[in-house]
């Protein structure tokens, strides 16, 4: 059984930054990609960055580049979201989701946590 939990959401001021976590249950942690959605009012879920077990990232959302960063802590099975320089069109629910690389168009999706930047 494959589970995530993303935590790290808050309110925050335009210009301020959060940290996202995602943890990850479940075996062999390191067949799995951990993916990075978020879902603004009104608009698609969209993939913003992906990342491996070893930390290897790319990102998918050219808005984000240079503030969004993500990471990976292989022992704790844990994945993180450095968001700085947070804009009000950052706003969205933001979902984790880990796909197991034999079988990648299967998404396990967390619950999401909002993520709301007032200007």
């Known amino acids: 059984q494959v589970q995530v939990i993303e935590s790290g959401g808050g309110t925050v001021q335009a210009g301020a930054s959060l940290r996202l976590s995602c943890a990850f249950s479940?075996?062999?942690?390191?067949?799995?990609?951990m993916d990075w959605f978020r879902q603004a009012p009104g608009k698609e879920r969209e993939m913003v960055v992906s990342?491996?077990?070893?930390?290897?990232?790319?990102i998918h959302v050219d808005s984000v580049k240079g503030r969004f960063t993500a990471s990976s802590d292989y022992a704790k099975k844990t994945v993180y979201l450095q968001m700085n320089s947070l804009k009000p069109e950052d706003t969205a629910v933001y979902y984790c989701a880990a796909r197991d690389l034999r079988t990648p168009s299967e998404f396990h999706w967390g619950q999401g946590t909002q993520v709301t930047v007032s200007s």
């Open positions: 990342i491996n077990a070893g930390g290897g990232s790319t």
């Open positions: 479940g075996p062999t942690f390191g067949y799995y990609i």
